[in-house]
């Protein structure tokens, strides 16, 4: 299994590569905000909540997904792992690990620059913590819904569909953030949704010739 990942890693290490500079430019003007930022409101939030970093996060994410289904089916690329004596089953899980890790690389520096920020200038109003925890949960949800339907689409041989696919995502997602906010109902919607898709991706997955 670990080489099936660092395979994945290896063919895809763009994504990880763009997680880790789109983490540290928000890092950046995070701090940067912080220090020249005068309102009573905590500028980590301000960033953590901007909607163009949520819809840059939904394509990337969504690209990912549908990327690596697409060049496992231009390249045969499970059909050559299936002479290896490799199952299907443990090819899609390393994928899928894969995809989470790419989503890791992004959110975790990310929310530890929000805990320390927070930490240094913002007074113990005991609301923020939990807010922090509420926006990594949705946020790394949200990531990877929008990597599960990139999956999803991703095996179907148009281009395509898998960039209307993270488009319309986008369009659902974000006003759903507007409505909802990073409570218990979008988590549970995601969840639903991530349910939803992983089931029919390993159904397609199972079932399709390589």
């Known amino acids: 299994m670990f080489t099936l990942i660092k395979r994945e890693i290896q063919d895809h290490i763009a994504y990880f590569l763009g997680a880790i500079l789109f983490s540290a430019?928000?890092?950046?003007?995070?701090?940067?905000?912080t220090y020249h930022y005068d309102s009573g409101d905590p500028p980590v939030f301000r960033i953590a909540l901007s909607f163009p970093v949520i819809i840059v996060v939904i394509i990337g994410f969504c690209t990912m997904g549908a990327t690596q289904m697409y060049t496992d089916r231009t390249r045969k690329i499970s059909t050559l792992l299936s002479?290896?004596?490799v199952t299907r089953s443990r090819i899609l899980l390393a994928r899928i690990i894969t995809g989470i890790l790419a989503i890791l690389t992004l959110l975790v520096p990310l929310t530890i620059t929000a805990v320390v920020l927070l930490r240094l200038f913002t007074p113990p109003i005991p609301m923020y913590p939990g807010l922090v925890s509420e926006i990594f949960i949705a946020t790394f949800l949200m990531a990877f819904a929008c990597y599960c339907l990139g999956l999803l689409t991703g095996w179907n041989s148009s281009k395509i569909i898998?960039?209307?696919?993270g488009l319309v995502?986008?369009?659902?997602?974000?006003?759903?953030?507007?409505?909802k906010g990073f409570g218990l109902h979008i988590v549970v919607i995601l969840?639903?949704?991530?349910i939803a898709s992983l089931v029919r991706t390993w159904h397609t997955f199972m079932s399709t010739s390589l």
């Open 25 to 33: 430019v928000i890092i950046a003007i995070s701090i940067s905000l």
């Open 191 to 194: 969840l639903l949704f991530i």
């Open 83 to 85: 002479t290896l004596a």
């Open 169 to 179: 995502l986008t369009c659902i997602l974000v006003p759903l953030v507007l409505v």
């Open 162 to 165: 898998p960039t209307l696919g």
